[in-house]
């Protein structure tokens, strides 16, 4: 019979930091292969994600342990699924709830070891909250849609993340922070900048807002910037463009030593020089941005070919022969340069 509420303390929690995806941070690189179909929980951001494919298929609010009755970390996997479970009392065993409105557990159970599961509530109020004693609740109208969705042996893999970076549905590179509720991962400025650097925005970050965010802890989104990969002639660059509301800007230094060009930055006059001529120029986190509207006036440059993930430059007037099928479309492009 199925026991959910069986208080466990626990001295030790496995710190995991996960790499980029599309979220940069929910990806195990040491796996050879990605499973199907597998479930990611994460207790401080409070929502369980499917994957299919490592594509996110579905997303949902989850209510998870309170510190004294944590929900533990690692990988787990489903064991058991259960309709209409029965809850029985783990201090009186002779004390049992059939399904119904009264039952704790819901009308749907997803075990995943132990006494610990995945389930539906009678008390959708708390969603969101850090309440349970170790399982995760999840409302009924959505662990009902889950529940056909996973199978026995489904993967389940619960983190403790404070600091979400993902690729918003927007197209931004947007990094959240929630809670230490269990007062064991501690974030810095420092911590935020090296995760945005995975998807190369870490210059637009703004660094009190970082400090603010951290402080506030409350999940809200902070929208950086819209990663562009580069290109020069025929050539991937090693570094990105970035998009923001006010134009699409591009490292000058970097993209001077693709190009074999010698420039100079004029901190006076906020001005880049080079043997063509002169432009404006903005500093971001002590790093020298030119507008792509610009790059022609200081770098000879020309824009060839663009999708909303992928640039590619060409010297102006050049007789390069680099052939253009290269990059037939967005959607090839983005097979063939791996994009984000």
Known sequence: MIRCFIIIFYTFFVFFT??????????????????????????????????????????????????????????????????????IDPDDLSVQIPSGEDNPLGYRWIGIGGNYGIHGTNRPSSIGSFTSNGCVRVKEENIEALFPKVEIGTPVKIIYDRLVVEKASNGSIAYYIYPDIYNTQALTVGSVIDRLKTFGVENFADIPSIREEISLANGSANYVGFPINLAFEDRMLPFKAVKTGSGIYLPAYALAAAANLSIDWDEKSKMLNSKYGSSAGIVKNDVVYINLLDVDKVFNLQRDWQSPEFLRLLIKNSSTDAPKEAFPSAKGVSKQMHLL
């Open 18 to 87: 996960p790499l980029s995806h599309t979220n940069a941070q929910e990806q195990d690189s040491a796996a050879p292969a990605v499973d199907p179909v597998r479930l990611l929980i994460n207790i401080p951001a409070r929502w369980i994600r499917l994957y299919n494919n490592d594509i996110c298929t579905a997303a949902y609010p989850v209510a998870v342990g309170k510190p004294a009755t944590p929900t533990p970390t690692g990988n787990f996997k489903v064991i058991d699924k259960e309709i209409n479970p029965t809850w």
